[in-house]
Nanobody
Framework: QVQLVESGGGLVQAGGPLRLSCAYS????????MGWFRQAPGKEREFVAA????????YYADSVKGRFTISRDNAKGTVYLRMTSLKAEDTAVYYC????????????????WGQGTQVTVSS
């Protein structure tokens, strides 16, 4: 069974940090681009960050550039999203995703999705 399992969400004060993790099968996803997306209530799911299979290419949405850092450890089968200087507008359900396309920054480019983890930033 193909699985992506997110963890690390929660309630955090504005300006604070939070780190999300997503566990994946190394046998299945080591060669995939891994991405993070988020979806706030009433809004469409939006791209946050993506990292290529060998971590050489990394992409960020303009809204998180300089505040969020994506990384992965293929040996552990985990992709991380380190979030700092959090703002109220970062509040959303965050999803981990895997796609075969190298430069994947849209929802349709991803084939597998986790169940999501809630991040709430209080102001």
């Amino acid at each position: 069974q193909v699985q992506l399992v997110e963890s690390g969400g929660g309630l955090v004060q504005a300006g604070g940090p939070l780190r999300l993790s997503c566990a994946y099968s190394t046998r299945t996803f080591s060669g995939y681009t891994m991405g993070w997306f988020r979806q706030a209530p009433g809004k469409e799911r939006e791209f946050v960050a993506a990292i290529s299979r060998n971590s050489l290419r990394i992409y960020y949405a303009d809204s998180v550039k300089g505040r969020f850092t994506i990384s992965r450890d293929n040996a552990k089968g985990t992709v991380y999203l380190r979030m700092t200087s959090l703002k109220a507008e970062d509040t959303a359900v965050y999803y981990c995703a895997a796609g075969i396309t190298a430069q994947a920054m849209t929802v349709r480019m991803y084939d597998y999705w986790g169940q999501g983890t809630q991040v709430t930033v209080s102001s």
